[in-house]
T-cell receptor, first 113, second 114 residues
Framework: NAGVMQNPRHLVRRRGQEARLRCSPM?????VYWYRQLPEEGLKFMVY????????ESGMPKERFSAEFPKEGPSILRIQQVVRGDSAAYFC???????????FGPGTRLLVL | AQKITQTQPGMFVQEKEAVTLDCTYD???????LFWYKQPSSGEMIFLIY??????QNATEGRYSLNFQKARKSANLVISASQLGDSAMYFC???????????FGKGTRLSVIA
């Protein structure tokens, strides 16, 4: 059973470009969470999705950030017009049902030049 | 507001010794879960152990055990027989009934010395 997969593992963007981060949950998991980790800090929750639904986006900036988890395919975290402050590690986690253990992907390291 | 506190920014332990990493939490919820994750220098987040607030027994997973003291609101991680490969950042996290995203502490960097 493959674990949570994220790609790309590293992403470099110039200011103003768009960043698309992909997450494929573990097989059988229908709940996906995105977290952001700044250097030397813990992870901060951004958004929680189930298939085709955003359940909680309270941790996501109101502008430039969006997330989706379509019926088919991976979950996508999209950052438009990136700024240097968006540089961070973005982790995706999945769980089989609410309140079960969350298993994390390897993360995507975004660097904005 | 729910909060996780890890008071030890860094810890050192001799190989083969046991070490305790502290974690305290603050919540008024009665139903919650406590987690520990390991983040080695390669960056991935590895799930180690889980404790439910209603679990009467302390959780154990191999060399990891969770010293859960509900009245003190603490959930310390104990690693027995430390190995060099245990050197990593360790994060305590919490989930809450009706609010499933995890809340993380700032982490403790553990260094195992040969």
């Amino acid at each position: 059973n493959a674990g949570v997969m994220q790609n790309p593992r590293h992403l470099v963007r110039r200011r103003g470009q768009e960043a698309r981060l992909r997450c494929s949950p573990m097989k059988g998991h229908s709940h996906v969470y995105w977290y952001r980790q700044l250097p030397e800090e813990g992870l901060k929750f951004m958004v929680y999705l189930q298939k085709e639904n955003i359940i909680d986006e309270s941790g996501m900036p109101k502008e430039r950030f969006s997330a989706e988890f379509p019926k088919e395919g991976p979950s996508i975290l999209r950052i438009q017009q990136v700024v240097r402050g968006d540089s961070a590690a973005y982790f995706c986690a999945s769980s089989p049902q609410v309140e079960e253990t969350q298993y994390f992907g390897p993360g995507t390291r975004l660097l904005v030049l | 507001a729910q909060k996780i506190t890890q008071t030890q920014p860094g810890m050192f332990v001799q190989e083969k010794e046991a070490v305790t990493l502290d974690c305290t939490y603050d919540t008024s919820d009665q139903s919650y879960g406590l987690f520990w994750y390991k983040q080695p220098s390669s960056g991935e987040m590895i799930f180690l152990i889980y404790q439910g607030s209603y679990d009467e027994q302390n959780a154990t997973e191999g060399r990891y055990s969770l010293n859960f003291q509900k009245a003190r609101k603490s959930a310390n991680l104990v690693i027995s027989a430390s190995q060099l490969g245990d050197s990593a950042m360790y994060f305590c996290a919490m989930s809450f009934s009706g609010n499933t995203p995890l809340v993380f502490g700032k982490g403790t960097r553990l260094s195992v010395i040969a």
